[in-house]
């Protein structure tokens, strides 16, 4: 049984009051986008960048589609889209891959979009937080969007977190998308503490102009089955892009990054650095494609996945590709796989330190790398924690939601 | 102030000089001639172009096969008819049709029964192997190399077979050995690479013409180096060789195999088999220089070269090495594999790809890691110029009982310049957490200090390139046996003559 005919039918049903929700930028290209879904279909394991994931088996279960709306607080620099300060359509659905399957369902089902604009030459210090919190009676589908302008020489930091309730299943669809004009410097944190019921699949758009400089960091601590695509397009020289990843997986989890950094212009920097540890029965994947145009001279790019398989039963796939169509470029990658090393948990544990305990602070260490590269401070402080206590196993996600409390 | 405008002078000069360098090079390349391009002019008898099942019957029935061959043919060729084409490479292979190809070219045909002594060849075949510099004959003794030539469909001549069969070793062709030695072919044909295995290896299976096969008895140490020689003669006879190579206990043997074919604008198709399997303490060698002719500068014809090679490391201990160096072909498509069921069983990978013009490459290897304490390496180098593609793409897969494996694969390209494309699609499929796998690659363009240097001490650019390039793929050449590799070294020199300017 394909998965896709229920979404087709949903959407033939409920296409009229989603548009009435909406607004007339999203609606312009829903149609579009849906008939690209109905001819594509969900994409098999046969289809190269989802070939970790059984996304048909994800969408199979029945959801009802949410359309709770927006809260947004007053803010200046966050918006429903409907009261956009500028005129997106420019920007809507531009730079997101419309071939993609899951791009196309997410533009066709989604009702409305938020809209972080930050304006020519504006330094916003706070980081502007996201924060999308899952709950409900019935199994639920969300579809999210979120837009993301950076005007010439603009300066923000958006954190996004993803936190649910254990009680229901919930599955995600998430379309970002990333303007940088010229001169912008953004840091995009994603921080997913979901349940082992949640599946996520979420697209990450990125264009960037002139000397920008981008960092996409994207932590997934607690999950059901995690799908994270991040297309990065350097289309301005001296462009620079940092993308970082961590990946905890226990239990039978499920975490899949997908990256492609395309240099199309010469003298740009890319750096990737993902890591994971998967344990018990959890599967890991990385697939990062670091493509680089026949112009893109002096491309400088490195990427880096390093994992820690903790158990038997876990399974590591990862997959660093280069294609490289200049000749004047310093790309480099290097992938491992491996296990803790025996002689330092010895050293620890002669020490008096259990075992269990020893484990710990070597993940700890290994994961530590990532997490030094979060810029902000508190952030930092707080990821710090939340993964220490991930791999104590005491993992707290509730500790400072506000979702039950209210 | 003077000197600068002295310095920027001098600049110009030799900004100046640089472009008519460069179509000099340029023209050099358009002007050089594919060295092994010649056809000889021998009787063959080709069968009519085609494939049905009719034909897979012709060919059995020419080679004087047993039903349960004919039998393997034929399931093949059904099961290969239900497939398509691949097109996951990161090659444009174009669209085959298997219908223009005639399927069996026999060179000997003229002579019926094969020839016995050396006089009975085709003395325009002899001279052909002479441009080859097979030594067969006199420069056997010399070379000490015993081989088998195949030449078209048929294995010519078997040489040293004699002195091999003493050791109770078998070397010959994979048709005589169906007739003398039908079991053991039976035990292992097919064993390694299934029928079924792939597109192309489902089409090999149907068809296959002929091919060595090896065997060598418990605990022997093959006395000399084994080597055979393909070579795509006829027009549109596609080259559907099939190697079979079986290593039982404690033994060694070393093979090597090269191939060439003459210049045509059609594309040629060749897509071999080679299996190997290998017994417990035993180890295999396996080295290939591959020069089939690549097309000409603009990329018109050359040949297609669709490959299926896997050892099968059975044994306890056992040890495989593959090393390739791979200069020719409009399109290659090889990813020589070691399946590690053996426990403490250890694979080796060595590769140099070159790829000049329009060539495109998408090689690499696939180690399966079963057993535990398995150790596997893969050393690739690419090097691409000119407007070639020149493609990395392995797979390390750990299983789950295979406790203790170790892997370590590095993947260089090197890009001598701007119209080429150099990629790395290496995979690697973990499921066991005693795995140790490490993965890395670098891609860039030749080190301008090198160049600099050899420049100040006199060396002309091109020279220098050759040199670097030389150096760069020492790691494999070295692992080649010595009278191969003073042949790779030549041919990488002559591959990349006239890219760089």
Redesign the interface.
Known sequence: MKSEQQYIELYQEAASIIKAKSCPVMNAVRNEAFSTFQCLGFPSKKVERYKYTDVDAAFAPNYGISLSPLTVKPSSYIFNIKDAPIDVTPYYHRVADVTDAITALNTALVHETLLVYVPKNTVVEDPVVVDNYLRGTAATMMNRRVLIVMEQGAKATIVMNDKATDKQQYLTTQVVEVYCHDNATLDLYEIEETTPLCARFSNVYIREGRDCSVKHNVFTLFNGLTRNLCDVYLQGEHGEVTLNGCAIGSGSRHIDNNTLIHHQVPQCVSRECYKYVVDDKSVGAFAGKILVDKDAQKTSSHETNANLCASSDARMYTQPMLEIYADDVKCAHGSTVGVMDEAALFYMRQRGIPEDEARALLKNAFMGEVVDQVKNEALRQKLYVKVEKRFRGDFEKCEDCQLCKK | MKNNNEQQNNNKERNNERPQEKNEFVRSVAEKMYEFGFTTDVHTEIIDKGLNEDVVRLISQKKGEPEWLLQFRLDAYRYWLTQQQPE?G?VHLPEIDYQAISYYADPTAKSKKGPETVDEIDPELMKTFDKLGIPLEERLALSGTAVDAVMDSVSVKTTFKEKLSEKGIIFCSISEAVKQYPDLVRQYLGTVVPPRDNYFAALNSAVFSDGSFVYIPKNTRCPMELSTYFRINARNTGQFERTLIVCDEGSYVSYLEGCTAPMRDENQLHAAIVEIVINDHAEVKYSTVQNWYPGDAEGKGGVLNLVTKRGDLRGVNSKLSWTQVETGSAITWKYPSCVLRGDNSQAEFYSVAVTNNHQEADTGTKMIHLGKNTRSTIISKGISAGYSENSYRGLVR?G?QADGARNYSSCD?L???????????????????????????????INEDQLFYCNQRGISTEEAVGLIVNGYAKDVINKLPMEFAVEAQKLLNVSLEGSVG
């Open positions: 996951w990161h750990v789950k390209s890009l001598l310049g701007s119209n080429c494309g150099a990629h790395t699609f290496p995979y690697m499929d973990i499921h066991n957490n005693t795995a140790t796998v490490e993965h890395e690659a670098t891609t860039s363009k």
